[in-house]
């Protein structure tokens, strides 16, 4: 059974560009976070994708979108990149289970973008 | 505002002692929190969970503790072992949608 798995793992982009982050939840789950951790910080929750809707979103500006598909594979889409998007961004994957979705929740091995 | 502080320092531990951890926070009310391990360059490996009502949990050489009063959470590794050496994250859940909110993390190095 795979896990969480994200794709690049390694990106490298310029200032004013715009970047695609890949997403692959694990089998069995419909609920997908993204989280962006700089570097020697905790994660910082982007937004939440489910049933194919954005359910709920961190301090990030419009800059960051989204989009999750009906297999519940999901992208994360960074505009204008500015130097301080360098991070690693980490998608999180959760099933829906006795009403409460954010119990367990399975991290991939993260995308480390570093913009120059 | 909200924080979420962990021991921002490293901690040294020798193997086959007890590491602990702290986790404060403020102005949450947090319906659970969950402990993570880290390692470099890889995403968070879900360790513990806790909820507002548990006083204390416990998985093979992990122990937590969640006190509501005083808004922390202690985490210890008993009988710590090298392969234990990894940052360990504290997070939050404040929300029904699981959203999680987390410290900055404790390095834990531990020595033969």
């Known amino acids: 059974d795979a896990g969480v798995t994200q794709s690049p793992t390694h990106l490298i982009k310029t200032r004013g560009q715009q970047v695609t982050l890949r997403c692959s939840p694990k089998?069995?789950?419909?609920?997908v976070s993204w989280y962006q951790q700089a570097l020697g910080q905790g994660p910082q929750f982007i937004f939440q994708y489910y049933e194919e809707e954005e359910r709920q979103r961190g301090n990030f500006p419009d800059r960051f979108s989204g989009h999750q598909f009906p297999n519940y594979s999901s992208e994360l889409n960074v505009n204008a990149l500015l130097l301080g998007d360098s991070a690693l961004y980490l998608c999180a994957s959760s099933p829906i289970a006795g009403g409460l979705p954010g119990e367990t929740q399975y991290f991939g091995p993260g995308t480390r973008l570093l913009v120059l | 505002s909200q924080k979420i502080e962990q021991n921002s320092e490293a901690l040294n531990i020798q193997e086959g002692k007890t590491a602990t951890l702290t986790c404060n926070y403020t102005n949450y009310s947090p319906a659970y929190l969950q402990w993570y391990r880290q390692d470099p360059g890889r995403g968070p490996v879900f360790l513990l969970l806790i909820r507002e009502n548990e006083k204390e949990k416990r998985k093979e050489r992990l122990k937590v503790t969640f006190d509501t009063t005083l808004k922390q959470s202690l985490f210890h590794i008993t009988a710590s072992q090298p392969a234990d050496s990894a940052t360990y994250l504290c997070a939050l859940v404040t929300d029904s949608w699981g959203k999680l909110q987390f410290g900055a993390g404790t390095q834990v190095v531990v020595t033969p």
């Open positions: 089998s069995g789950h419909d609920t």
